[in-house]
């Protein structure tokens, strides 16, 4: 019941029944106005039952009164009943009063409705009692049977359609905060109420749409700014690379200040790589071209260069894998992401330590299957450090362009927080999913969940 849906659903059906039940319970010109229609004609039928007992009576003795019904007695006007009839003491009583003062008086006694009329008849004064089982007035209307689904129905069709547009409405959100910058809503300005949901939901979808317009542009001349200013680097970093050559060339002893040159220009030249990649992989809408890869013979190829690099900090990689595990899409990218992710590791993974990658089937939720028939089958990458690990509300940021934790910044080896960005990027592009977790025992898993690409059996 938390969804506006459902909340309007129920308020709906609760107020149609609540509306019916009070306007036909509680509405005297209505019912009770029903109700005095009934008891006129009653009253009438009644008077001529009364003259047809006494007639009866009267000619044919206790067999005729008999023959006009069980429920009706008669007595004389002293009260005495005729063919030895009893009533309680009760009714006895009231048959007196309503002889006395020749007034109808009814009265329920034990499970009964007694109605007492004295009748004047050729002089002689009767009275007629009518007895009958009593049957409460009930407290609500009956309602036929169908009134309870045909409520449901139309309620639930009412509801549906006010909600409609909320639920696109939050439908463009949640697929615009997943990145999807193109959605949009169809909204046109109403200057009076129309449509469902009326003007003010109407402006609502508009807002969104200039919002996501606003958003879209930001973001795009961001992109494009990134891109420009890196291709406008290239050109003095080249001249600085070509003066540090000569400057090396000029200078016949060893220059540390020159080798510390030459090393930042190395990470700028790095850093203007990255950015270039990050800005193709954002503006590239699909993969070009596929092809089937073998992920376990993918990573393997990376082994070499990863282990050169771990065994400069005196770490070991180990690669732990199943065998014939294949993917649909771009090598290249692919190898990119496993690539900064590994990498990322090994700059934060303790001295001595060991990083391990696993490869294996499991299922979107990630975990293992021994079943892999499953429909949901999914190709993951587990990549493990022994490092300091980073603190939980940092970890749904660390795949933000150029975001770094405070000890990455602390850290002369902590890079420019765009590797991992670069990683996301283009395992969205391959309809996975990338996100990390804290290992227990300490350090950083990140975890890579790809569509796996079966041959047709």
Known sequence: MRTFFFQMFLAFWISTIGIFFVATAFDPDGEHG???NIFAFAQNDSERVNELAIDAYNHHGCEGLQHVGVHYLLSDASGTLFCGSTVPTRIATLLRESLATHGTRELHDSGQWFTITPVDRDGQLYAVIHRGPYIPR???PHLPRSAFPVSLIVTFIFAFLLTRPV??????FRQFSSGDLAVRLPAERRRSWSGLGGSDVSSLMLDFNNMADRIGSLVQA?????RDVSHELRSPLARLRLALEMAREESSQPSEHLDRVEMEADRVNDLIGQMLTLSLIENTGAIATKSRIGMAELIESLMPDLTFEAEARSCTIRFHHEPELYINGSEELLRRAIENIARNAIRFTASSSAIDIRLYTATEA????????????MIAIDIEDR???VPEESLPLLFRAFYRTDSARQDSTGGFGVGLSIAERAIHLHN???FASNRTGGGLTVSIRLPEDKLPS
Do not use: I, M, W
Not at 222 to 226: A, E, I, R
């Open 222 to 226: 961001q992109k494009t700014l990134v």
């Open 432 to 434: 996975g999913t990338v």
């Open 387 to 389: 490092g300091p690990g």
């Open 167 to 172: 639920r696109a409405l939050s439908r463009a």
């Open 366 to 377: 990630g975990k293992a299957r021994k079943d892999t028939a499953s429909s949901n089958e």
């Open 34 to 36: 029903n109700l005095e």
């Open 138 to 140: 009930p407290y609500f």
